[in-house]
């Protein structure tokens, strides 16, 4: 049987307010940062362990990564516009000789999905060779926001195995913060109270400015969002 705070875990999001993050979710900073032709993770910030907390969603906190309720006093819009349709029904399919990658174009621009023989969608159409199969599932595998899942022959899904945790991107190339990458199927919850599709691999926009709340769409790149402002 699971701990308490485990049975408990879940993203729950506020109506034009932050997620409310409960059962002890792990709380890091990972900096994306170039090496040669792919981008690598580098440790950032470990944050107090802590059963609950408030994330930041407004972009405004002077507090970062977490809520100061600012989202009160600029009027926040946090109003949830992505599709609920399961990734299944979204995604588009690509056909390797050897391998299927599926791709929903819910992109939050980390860039992984390019490696050092070419992009996930080049990889895919050349998995026949043994090597550039294997980067294309790692390329597809490391994109944060779950907008690539690679299927074997036999259609199942190839998933990185993530404990459960949630990361503060910060995009140094890019020099701007990124989103909230949130790993292993942590439940989140709508400001509805509908549960979106339990999935390993999410990205949650954190400055305020996507098309497609509650997830990222790349906007804070645009926008030029900082947390260290």
């Known amino acids: 049987m699971l701990p308490q705070g485990e049975r408990k875990r879940k993203i729950k999001i506020v109506k034009d307010g932050p997620y409310l993050v409960a059962g002890s979710v792990p709380l ?3 900096i994306i940062v170039p090496k040669g032709k792919v981008n690598v993770y580098q440790q950032g910030r470990e944050f107090p362990p802590a059963e609950e907390y408030a994330l930041c969603r407004c972009g405004h906190s002077k507090n970062p990564p977490y809520c100061d309720g600012s989202h009160e006093t600029v009027d926040f819009d946090g109003t949830e516009t992505a599709s609920r349709a399961d990734y299944a029904v979204r995604a588009d399919i690509q056909e390797g000789p050897d391998l299927t990658l599926l791709d929903d174009n819910r992109c939050a621009f980390a860039r992984f999905c390019h490696g050092k023989d070419g992009s996930v969608w080049e990889l895919t159409e050349r998995s026949d060779d ?4 294997e980067e294309a599932i790692q390329t597809a595998c490391d994109c944060p926001a779950g907008r690539l899942v690679a299927l074997d022959r036999d259609g199942q899904p190839i998933e990185p195995e993530y404990e459960p945790a949630i990361e503060v991107l910060q995009d140094r190339a890019k020099k701007v913060s990124g989103p ?15 549960i979106y599709e339990v999935r390993n691999r999410v990205t949650l926009c954190r400055c305020g400015r996507s098309a497609n709340k509650p997830f990222c769409d790349a906007t804070h790149i645009p926008v030029r969002y900082r947390d260290d402002k």
């Open 130 to 133: 043994p090597q550039l199969r």
């Open 180 to 194: 909230l990458f949130v790993k292993g199927n942590i439940p989140i919850e709508a400001a509805d109270g509908t």
């Open 28 to 30: 890091t900073e990972k």
